[in-house]
T-cell receptor, first 114, second 114 residues
């Protein structure tokens, strides 16, 4: 069990640029979640996958955000035309269906949009 | 609509004392899961405890116990014999069977005083 890994740990970008984050879940976990967290707040649900199927995307999420999990293993989260309001910690978590949805989190990607 | 409410933005507790962190939730599902996570200043999210809506007994995990009152829709976390290392943000979370995604409350910041 190598845990959930996220890359990069930090990303600084200019407004209007596109960014992509990667998440590698625990290998046997079939569910993968993306959350966004700002300072002093709880994680905000963005989207989640079961295997390669995207089950739900937050209605609050702009169309500039897209996520994929092409082979049911790693996932990518892309933000197009970044805005300063996108600055946040992006957390990935994985779980095994039937394990009471206990989430294992990665260390997150801290995005700063200048 | 806010699904999970944590009314205590910040709490203080003396070392070795017990502390209760409040959580109320809103759901129309009969089957759901409730969780507590800890987030120290280092940022990682750590699973603490889980309670299923059909579990008859309150969950316990070491010094952590969950005071589950289904009729009141509350799931308070009790930490016994507080330690300095318990200083962290604590998040209550819920998964609803019909949606399955895990959503988080706004969190409570706990500070343990020596």
């Amino acid at each position: 069990d190598t845990g959930v890994s996220q890359d990069p740990r930090h990303k600084i970008t200019k407004r209007g640029q596109n960014v992509t984050f990667r998440c590698d879940p625990i290998s046997e976990h079939n569910r993968l979640y993306w959350y966004r967290q700002t300072l002093g707040q709880g994680p905000e649900f963005l989207t989640y996958f079961q295997n390669e199927a995207q089950l739900e995307k937050s209605r609050l999420l702009s169309d500039r955000f897209s996520a994929e999990r092409p082979k049911g293993s790693f996932s990518t989260l892309e933000i197009q035309r970044t805005e300063q309001g996108d600055s946040a910690m992006y957390l990935c978590a994985s779980s095994l269906t039937g394990n009471n949805e206990k989430l294992f989190f990665g260390s997150g990607t801290q995005l700063s949009v200048l | 609509a806010q699904k999970i409410t944590q009314t205590q933005p910040g709490m203080f507790v003396q070392e070795k004392e017990a502390v209760t962190l409040d959580c109320t939730y809103d759901t129309s599902d009969q089957s759901y899961g409730l969780f507590w996570y800890k987030q120290p200043s280092s940022g990682e999210m750590i699973f603490l405890i889980y309670q299923g809506s059909y579990d008859e007994q309150n969950a316990t995990e070491g010094r952590y116990s969950l005071n589950f009152q289904k009729a009141r829709k509350s799931a308070n976390l009790v930490i016994s014999a507080s330690q300095l290392g318990d200083s962290a943000m604590y998040f209550c979370a819920m998964s609803e069977t019909s949606y399955d995604k895990v959503i988080f409350g706004p969190g409570t910041s706990l500070s343990v005083i020596p």
